[in-house]
């Protein structure tokens, strides 16, 4: 049970971190902040990837998380829109 307590932990801090990095992305709005805002874009993609795996891992994180594959594509369009 421990084992799965820190995996739940883990989640929540991968999901928080990618949750900070899209807001980071979402202020540095405008042409002169393309580069640190594609940046941001890149690290919250990095987190989006890791919280699909880790769903791979363990299909039971979706019925605790609005993880699914609808809410993986609209996170996924958000963060295209945000490197317009």
Do not use: C
Request: charged share 30%.
């Amino acid at each position: 049970m421990r084992k799965g307590d820190a995996t739940n932990k883990h989640l929540e801090e991968i999901y928080e971190k990618y949750q900070i990095a899209v807001a980071a992305a979402r202020s540095l709005a405008g042409d002169a902040n393309k580069a640190q805002r594609g940046a941001q874009v890149g690290i919250a993609r990095r987190y989006l990837n890791e919280i699909r795996a880790m769903l791979k891992v363990n299909p039971n994180f979706s019925f605790m998380y609005p993880f699914d594959d609808v809410w993986f594509e609209e996170q996924e369009r958000m963060l295209r829109a945000l490197m317009k």
